[in-house]
């Protein structure tokens, strides 16, 4: 069998080739990278009999002849792609989010073998959904899940087996379970951090920021994740002024409806013009840091104080 298997989704990809990896005993895989190995080699290696067993799986990472870079050695795959092994599963794999549908042996792979693409964005709800379908789970719960954890698929499902693993024969999973299961990211306390920001509270946002101080969260990090929620606030409230649905935000932004969803929630105390004051000076604190006139974490603290 033949496979293309590219996109950005790394970890739908992987999860992909593991399905195809099933069945196959270690000894007879083999992997190669294009970025190091050569195409005569490992076509000579899916032309040759296993001799551990009848059949063998190829692994080939950065397979970007498919893509519209110069194809070097397209020839030679090409031969091989017109009478494959039978006996050889041949995987290419590219982490570009699109192939080049004009050439000779994307066409080629398309007629003899089977490409699937991994670029789509991952529904968070959905994939808690599917990873959990065996679970009564509600929608709030979920909804909490995620807005602890993110949105990043990887991280998502280490803590759903957290959670199977938990609960054991007990199907149902509530708030309490994630609350007290679940590891918090930072991006629940960015937003109770711009709350008590905006609030002038600055005896809570300082207890929040030492808080994340103490968990490992470093300055640089903070005010990077809190520019990002601050002016995707910003970018929400101005568009749905325009008439925009969270849908059409979120595709212009290119994030989830549901980070839309949120900042919309969280934007709608705030003034915009007091959201782009906040973005300038985390900008001047930033530059301040990296260029090594400023203390990281005092910057931060003065940041909250001098509001």
Do not use: W
């Amino acid at each position: 069998m033949l496979y293309l298997l590219y996109g950005t989704k790394d970890f739908l990809l992987k999860q992909e080739l593991k399905k195809l990896m099933t069945g196959f005993e270690e000894i007879n895989i083999s992997k190669y990278d294009l970025n190091n190995d050569t195409m005569q080699d490992i076509i000579d290696d899916a032309k040759t009999i296993s001799l551990f067993g009848d059949k063998k799986l190829i692994i080939c990472e950065n397979a970007n002849l498919f893509t519209g870079q110069t194809a070097k050695d397209a020839e030679i795959l090409e031969s091989y792609l017109t009478k494959p092994n039978d006996l050889t599963t041949l995987i290419f794999i590219t982490n570009n989010d699109k192939i080049d549908n004009r050439k000779k042996i994307t066409k080629l792979m398309k007629k003899n073998g089977i490409i699937k693409d991994f670029s789509e964005n991952i529904n968070p709800i959905t994939f808690v959904q599917n990873n959990l379908k065996d679970y009564n789970i509600n929608i709030s719960a979920i909804n909490l899940l995620i807005e602890r954890v993110g949105n990043n698929p990887l991280i998502l499902k280490n803590e759903i087996d957290k959670l199977k693993l938990y609960k054991g024969n007990n199907k149902f999973i509530d708030e309490n379970d994630i609350l007290n299961l679940t590891v918090k990211t930072s991006y629940e306390d960015i937003f109770k951090l711009i709350d008590y920001i905006i609030d002038n509270n600055k005896d809570k946002a300082l207890e929040i920021l030492e808080e994340m101080f103490k968990n490992g969260e470093e300055a640089i990090k903070i005010i990077v994740i809190l520019a990002g929620q601050i002016r995707i606030m910003y970018q929400a409230k101005v568009l749905i002024k325009k008439g925009l649905s969270e849908k059409n935000i979120a595709d212009i932004l290119a994030i989830h409806p549901y980070r839309v969803k949120i900042a919309l929630q969280k934007g709608r105390r705030y003034n915009e013009n007091i959201l782009l004051n906040y973005l300038s000076e985390l900008a001047d604190i930033d530059y301040a840091i990296k260029s090594g006139n400023s203390n990281k974490d005092l910057a931060l603290e003065m940041f909250i104080l001098q509001k």
